[in-house]
Structure formats: C-alpha cells, structure tokens
C-alpha cells in the first residue's frame, strides 16, 4: 500500500501529463497479457504517445484539480491511459487499430485539450488523417494558386517579349 506521500507524488505526475498532453485515450485493458500490453506500448511510443496504467481515483482527482470534467464514467475499472503532446489523432488511431486486433482491448473516451470525449469521438478522431497528410494537404492548397500565379505572370511576360519583338520588327522595317 503507496504512502501518503507516494500518492502526493503519484498525483503530481498524473496531474503533470494530463496538463502537458494535449490529447489523452482512456481504455480497459483487462484480460490481456504482457505480451500483448507490450505491443501496445512500442506502438504507441513509436507515434510519440506515452502508455501509463493509473490508478482512476488519482487520475480522477488530477483532472478535477485541472478543471477536467466528464471522466468520471471513463475512470472505471481497470484503465490504460495513452497520453500524447504532439500528434491528436495518433493515440486515437493506435488504440483503434488494437481494439479491432484484439476483441477485450476497449476503448473509453478520453480527453481532447482539456474536453471530455466518449470511445465514439475517439473513433471519429481515429478517422482523421494523420498530421502528415494535413500538413501535405495544406501546403498543396498553398502551392496550387503559386503555380497558377507564376503561369500566368509567365504569359504576360512572354506576351511583352512578343510586343517587343513586334515594335523591333517594326522599327527595323521587317514585315511580320
């Protein structure tokens, strides 16, 4: 049994992440085994999210010290809980992949920038792109006019080097 100043520490460390992440995926973990949590573990470090198994009442006290609501009902029984400061739909994406790998692995809700979601928004999120393909997207939006921008000062400049050649023809007494 954890002293009292084991849970303050706990606590802290809980309250640390859930301020730092800006997203975190609540699951239950119940009835896999280490292999398996293990493999959940690498794939989830591999998208920059973080595993950690915490006790619900900590993490419960944590949130509500940070003005998180709405977990209560996903902070029961035994919780998995994927924390991410970079990528939002990572965690959401790797915990979904799992869930569908193995049947008992379900997913919760979670928490998005300090907002409470249920396991369907979760799944929403899921179906997102990934931060690549967004950033891609953006920056094709952006390029795509620059193109459009560019041909069109091209054929104004090549319509003024044919205006110039005209006035030059013109000036030297050749006939077009």
Known sequence: MPTR???????????????????????????????????????????????????????????????????????????????????????AKVFTDFAKEYKIFEIKGGLLEGKAMDANAVKSLADLPSREVLLTRVLGGMQTPMYGFAGALQGVLRNFVYVLEAVRKQKTGETA
Request: net charge positive.
């Open 5 to 91: 100043q084991e849970k303050e520490l706990m606590l802290q460390e809980v309250s640390k992440r859930l301020s730092a992440c800006k997203v975190a995926i609540m699951a239950d973990y119940r009835g896999l085994n280490v292999a398996a949590m293990t493999k959940l573990r690498r794939r989830l470090r591999e998208k920059g999210s973080e595993l950690k198994v915490v006790k619900n009442t900590l993490t419960l006290k944590a949130a509500r010290e940070l003005g998180f609501d709405g977990l209560e009902s996903y902070l029961e029984g035994p919780t998995a809980i994927a924390f991410c400061n970079e990528d939002l739909v990572a965690p």
